[in-house]
């Protein structure tokens, strides 16, 4: 099944990258590895989800903002493949960094669901590495910023 037919499958709808708020790239290339740059949960309606999990925020909060950054994970590597996503060989690897309260310890169950859809679009070419981590605070206030190593075919 091609990854077009997955994404459908799965209802899922890859809105157009946004560019950069700073001074970096939203994505390098080098070689055949593409290197996205943090993606923040923010929906098509333009909208983040803002806050501290365990804090402002629950852990399915967390989950959700996780999901909004994989799509945005993939509108970048869309981009950056000239809109064929069939060409990524595989997902190398995602780092979750999550705006935790001091005693939340869940990091890890707040980036599975960006780990699973990466593996529900491209299968077991989506399987990768990964770490997520605690941190105090994140830009603009977010709950969950993600970033990720793709290769090409």
């Known amino acids: 099944m091609s990854i077009s037919e997955n994404l459908k ?5 890859i809105p157009n990258a946004p560019d950069p ?3 970096y790239v939203a994505f390098k290339k080098s070689g055949k590895l593409i290197f996205v740059s943090g993606q923040l ?3 098509q309606d333009g909208k983040a989800i803002k806050g501290k999990i365990g804090k402002d ?3 399915e909060d967390g989950q959700k903002a996780a999901k909004f950054c994989a799509i945005n994970i993939l509108a970048q590597v869309k981009k950056a493949v ?4 069939d060409k990524i060989k595989s997902c190398i690897k995602i780092t979750g960094f999550v705006n935790s309260a001091d005693d ?13 859809l990466l593996s529900a679009v491209f299968g077991d070419n989506g ?4 770490a997520a981590v605690s941190t105090n605070s994140l830009p603009l206030g977010v709950a969950v910023e993600i970033d ?4 090409t075919v």
């Open 9 to 13: 499958k799965l209802e899922i709808e």
């Open 21 to 23: 708020v700073g001074a």
């Open 41 to 43: 949960p923010i929906g």
């Open 57 to 59: 925020l629950s852990l």
């Open 82 to 85: 000239g809109g064929d996503l």
């Open 104 to 116: 939340f310890i869940d990091q890890p169950k707040v980036i599975n669901p960006a780990s699973e």
């Open 127 to 130: 399987k990768h590495a990964r």
């Open 148 to 151: 990720a190593i793709f290769e």
